[in-house]
């Protein structure tokens, strides 16, 4: 819908998938906790009063390395991060900072695009050579 309509702006792609997904997880979160009777989702409901973890949970977390406290707080920073740095630069303030222009662009196409080179290559060039920063000959070699 948004990449063949002209009404979009071909750069608000990368302001809407992760709205989509963020407002798709909200909307499966909101039906989960109307309760097994009125969900519209299939859930499993499971009720329990034992406030120890699980076996499961211990060897995921020894799996992972991380309890999911620590999970929450790096998934936290990674948003603060994200959402910052994407604000400076569109607001104004970081338009005179190069370098501040540099972590935003890397670190949204890096922290956004999940694939190999495929995926990200083409996002690079359409950010990098537009701005200036790399010839699209320098960007080939």
Not at 14 to 40: E, I, M, T
Request: aromatic content about 10%; glycine content about 10%.
């Amino acid at each position: 819908m948004i990449a063949g309509d002209e009404h979009w702006p071909t750069t608000s792609s990368q302001v809407v998938y992760p709205s989509l997904l963020v407002s798709g997880a909200l909307l499966c979160l909101l039906d989960f906790h109307r309760g097994p009777d009125k969900c519209v989702g299939t859930y499993v409901h499971a009720v329990s009063t034992n406030t120890e973890p699980s076996e499961k949970d211990r060897l995921l977390v020894e799996k992972i390395g991380l309890s999911i406290n620590q999970g929450v707080v790096y998934l936290g920073i990674w948003l603060v991060l994200l959402i910052g740095s994407i604000s400076l630069v569109n607001s104004g303030v970081g338009t005179s900072n190069l370098f501040l222009q540099m972590f935003e662009v890397y670190f949204r196409v890096g922290s956004l695009i999940f694939g190999g080179g495929i995926v990200v290559l083409p996002m690079l060039q359409s950010e990098l050579v537009p701005r200036g920063w790399i010839t699209n000959e320098q960007f080939f070699q």
